[in-house]
């Protein structure tokens, strides 16, 4: 599924040039996207903050609660700050909470 995040464009300073990263879902994340990884096609200047606004909204309510609660990896890295420029072919992981022993 490719995505599309227009009405933040000018927001996030769009130069009209896209940006293009996969996200990767696991465990209850993947279970509320429905689909193990996608391709979201987004503006350039969209941050790791707006990637997640446009899979919520494109997923709905189940994923944005998950999502509300999940650690990102951005290229294999944490996010600590989501309002990080989103680089073109980058890799998002979504990671819920484990629990376990």
């Not at 193990?36 to 200047?45: I, R, S």
């Amino acid at each position: 599924m490719t995505s599309s995040l227009h009405s933040p464009a000018a927001r996030v300073g769009a130069t009209g040039a896209d940006v293009t990263a996969t996200v990767r879902y696991f465990a209850g994340a993947k279970a509320a996207a429905g689909t193990a990884a996608e391709a979201v096609t987004l503006p350039a200047g969209t941050t790791v903050a707006d990637l997640v606004a446009a899979v919520a909204a494109d997923h709905g309510e189940a994923l944005a609660r998950v999502l509300a609660a999940c650690s990102l990896l951005l290229d294999g890295l944490a996010v600590h700050e989501r309002g990080v420029e989103l680089p073109d072919g980058a890799t998002v992981d979504v990671l819920p909470p484990f629990a376990g022993g």
